[in-house]
């Protein structure tokens, strides 16, 4: 599953502003309302309910906050960079100013897990998660992360 499965243009937030990992994951639902159809409270519930099984934030200021939702018809991603970092307890300590929510069909099964699997990689990747810090574009960033495995080994 390449990320340009998950995500279009109008998925990325080049400059969410977000007080607190509540703040940002309410504006995420908010966002994500707008393009699943799904009411946003629901969406917030169903992130924050995984949250309290511990956190998604995986370190090196990157969180992969995720749930499954009944009424989703594919696998939905939205990326947002932060205009300043928020505490996310995340697993290193770090604040959090790189976001990528994923939201999957309760029906999913291993399309969510390679879903999560392929933006992990991604997000591991030092170079493009500098590239993701080093501009506000919405463009750019959409580009940076919908570039191929291929193009990047090159």
Known sequence: M????????????PNLRASSKKQALQDLARRAADITGLHERAIFDVLMERERLG????????????????????LYGLFAR??????????????????????????AGADHLKALARVSR???DGSVCEKLRGTDDAEALFALLTESMENRAA
Not at 86 to 104: C, G, H, K, T, Y
């Open 122 to 124: 991604l997000l591991r």
């Open 55 to 74: 956190t998604t934030g995986v370190g090196n200021g990157i969180a992969i906050p995720h749930g499954k939702m009944a009424n989703l018809d594919r």
């Open 82 to 107: 932060l205009e300043h970092s928020v505490d996310f307890q995340s697993i290193d300590e770090q604040p959090v100013d790189l976001i990528f929510l994923l939201l999957a069909p309760e029906s």
């Open 2 to 13: 390449e990320i340009n499965e998950l995500i279009s243009a109008q998925s990325v937030i």
